[in-house]
């Protein structure tokens, strides 16, 4: 143990030295903090040599865990396809798409006759066309109703929103990683600050040990122990306590994240109605999605049933003359080309959806309504298996810079 007037020679004499733990200690929490948010998310594929030399951010690498974990707390506790479908007017939507509809209609009857009765249909004068083609669309709007109906009443039938979402965020990793960033953005600038404030108090400890001791292990065992506990110590206090908390009577502690329910909900259902749960998208993945044939059926048996009405009487007559099997063919005909210009018919519906739907505020109220353990679930669950490896670089980091201090204080001969 040195005298007190040896430790205050030495503080003068090595001032800098000393007033360089603190500084180093803080440097070492802000870098493991920017590193360890860093290799949360990037980068979004792997790099390196695999399988043990490099990295991929642990969000991508486990997209597809994550995207399971995400859409299933929102299919189950924030949204459901029957309660933003059911508030589709299905009068609306038809008086929506009821031009271009009518307008598809005499393109696709014209198409269709050329194809199994060209001799027919050019035989036939303009205004008995005209009237073949006006008498179809005059019953259509009544067909389009009864098929946006059905559809709003069976849309599970129709739309698997899991497999939308899960599909979205599996084929663009960063709008997965926006979903985390975007949400916890105050939480993750929280962690880097802390590094700062942690790494200097415990600097500070660093220092005032080297003034007693000299012993050269103090500076890699501090620089981990700083990397390792800021990284820890921050992770908690985001998500921990999950209630407001007094501390020895002092100051008052909630997990920053839980603190900011309302800001995070707001985030977090701008992000999900704009980028992934958008008119278009829900529209294109009941055309395109695994139960778009149940679509197909659904409007397969209205415009078929309305085919035989317009044939009427005749119906035997056409039959006959074309064959059941052609006749049949020609309906199936009417079917597909009626799907294939749906995409573009529906996109008159995409203002009146996104606003009927309101998926925004329906995401929003409803997160707001989350216990505690409900809205933690939104953002740590997904990657708190993998935490230890962020906190372990942060340890190991904060030991070599250690280990670099004892290899310069050798050579400036200070020990």
């Known amino acids: 143990m040195q005298s007190f007037d040896a430790i205050i020679q030495d503080i003068t004499v090595h001032w800098y030295v000393y007033l360089s733990m603190p ?111 006006r008498r179809f669309q005059a019953d259509a709007p009544a067909v389009i109703h009864k098929i946006m109906t059905n559809i709003r009443e069976n849309i599970t039938h129709v739309f698997d929103l899991r497999d939308m979402v899960v599909t979205s965020l599996l084929k663009d990793k960063q709008l997965l990683n926006s979903i985390f960033l975007e949400a916890g953005s105050n939480e993750f600038q929280f962690i880097i600050r802390s590094g700062i404030y942690f790494g200097t108090v415990i600097g500070l400890i660093q220092m005032t040990a080297w003034v007693f001791s000299h012993n050269a292990l103090i500076m890699p065992v501090f620089g981990l122990f700083t990397g390792w506990f800021t990284d820890w110590l921050a992770l908690k206090m985001i998500f921990n306590p999950k209630k407001p908390t007094t501390y020895l009577g002092l100051f008052t502690w909630q997990g920053l994240f839980l603190k900011r329910r309302r800001e995070v909900a707001a985030s977090y259902g701008d992000l999900v109605a704009q980028k992934i749960l958008t008119p278009e998208a829900i529209i294109d993945s009941v055309l395109k999605g695994p139960l778009s044939d149940n679509l197909f059926e659904l409007i397969q048996v209205h415009i078929k049933k309305l085919l035989d009405e317009q044939a009427g009487f005749l119906q035997p007559v056409v039959e006959f003359t074309m064959g059941s099997d052609r006749y049949n063919e020609m309906k199936r005909s009417v079917v597909e080309k009626v799907m294939k210009e749906l995409p573009d018919t529906l996109k008159h519906v995409h203002k009146y959806a996104g606003d009927a739907m309101d998926i925004r505020n329906t995401l929003v109220n409803k997160m707001q309504q989350l216990t505690e353990e409900e809205f933690e679930k939104l953002l740590r669950p997904p990657f708190q298996q993998d935490e230890w490896i962020l906190i372990t670089v942060g340890a190991i980091l904060g030991f070599l810079v250690g280990e670099l201090q004892i290899l310069l204080m050798h050579i400036f001969n200070i020990i």
């Open 23 to 133: 500084v180093i200690a803080a440097a070492i929490g802000y870098t493991t903090k920017v590193v360890a948010v860093r290799m949360m998310f990037y980068p979004l594929e792997f790099r390196g040599i695999r399988p043990f030399f490099g990295w991929q951010g642990i969000v991508p690498r486990n997209a597809e865990r994550m995207t399971v974990i995400a859409c299933d707390t929102m299919t189950s506790r924030l949204i459901s396809p029957q309660e933003i479908f059911s508030r589709l007017d299905p009068v609306r939507l038809a008086g929506e798409i009821e031009k271009p509809m009518l307008e598809s209609a005499e393109k696709i009857i014209h198409e269709v006759m050329v194809q199994y009765q060209p001799d027919l249909w050019n035989f036939l004068p303009d205004t008995l066309r005209s009237l073949l083609i």
